[in-house]
């Protein structure tokens, strides 16, 4: 049966893509202040650094270890075909200069991708100004990446 088709394998991605979208509320990581008080270090001194993101972070760290270790002992995943491992484990230049540019926009707009998708749902003014960037930026990193990357590109598609 085709992925597409496969209702276990589409409930569950409903499931966690609602759960993901609440916990985004909940937490307060769809607001860009929110986040940039979380990601201000230099205002720990003063006591107006917030590290209650912090909380978001940690049990999803602990939830995806323990899924992964109950994962890897499995012959199949329950629903699909296979299992999708990264195919490309090698930290190179690409990676890091991607992680940091990608860095320097959260850090600047205090919106990071999936929250901003969550943001949708109240459509501020911001949103729709990041979002156009994104796509601008997405669409460049896309055109600056070697020739060597390409199958990277296609794999993420």
């Given at each position: 049966m085709?992925?597409?088709?496969?209702?276990?394998?589409l409930?569950?991605?409903?499931?966690?893509?609602?759960l993901?979208?609440?916990?985004?509320y909940?937490?307060q990581?769809?607001?860009?202040?929110?986040?940039?008080?979380?990601?201000?270090?230099?205002?720990i001194?003063?006591?107006?650094?917030?590290?209650?993101?912090?909380?978001?972070?940690?049990?999803?760290?602990?939830?995806?270890?323990?899924?992964?270790?109950?994962?890897?002992?499995?012959?199949?995943?329950?629903?699909?075909?296979?299992?999708?491992?990264?195919?490309?484990?090698?930290?190179?230049?690409?990676?890091?200069?991607?992680?940091a540019?990608?860095g320097?926009?959260?850090?600047?707009?205090?919106?990071?991708?999936?929250?901003?998708?969550?943001?949708?749902?109240?459509?501020?003014?911001?949103?729709?100004?990041?979002?156009?960037?994104?796509?601008?930026?997405?669409?460049?990193?896309a055109l600056?990446?070697?020739?060597?990357?390409?199958?990277?590109?296609?794999?993420?598609?």
């Amino acid at each position: 049966m085709a992925k597409s088709l496969n209702l276990p394998y589409l409930a569950v991605a409903a499931v966690s893509g609602a759960l993901f979208g609440a916990g985004l509320y909940v937490s307060q990581m769809v607001d860009p202040l929110k986040v940039l008080r979380f990601l201000d270090f230099t205002a720990i001194p003063t006591g107006g650094w917030d590290p209650s993101l912090a909380f978001v972070i940690v049990p999803a760290i602990v939830v995806m270890f323990v899924a992964v270790r109950i994962g890897r002992r499995r012959q199949v995943p329950a629903f699909d075909t296979s299992f999708h491992e990264p195919e490309f484990k090698k930290i190179d230049t690409p990676l890091v200069a991607g992680a940091a540019i990608f860095g320097i926009g959260w850090g600047m707009s205090g919106i990071c991708p999936g929250p901003a998708i969550s943001l949708i749902a109240f459509w501020p003014f911001s949103l729709l100004v990041f979002l156009v960037a994104l796509f601008v930026g997405s669409y460049a990193g896309a055109l600056v990446i070697p020739s060597g990357h390409d199958k990277r590109l296609a794999i993420a598609q």
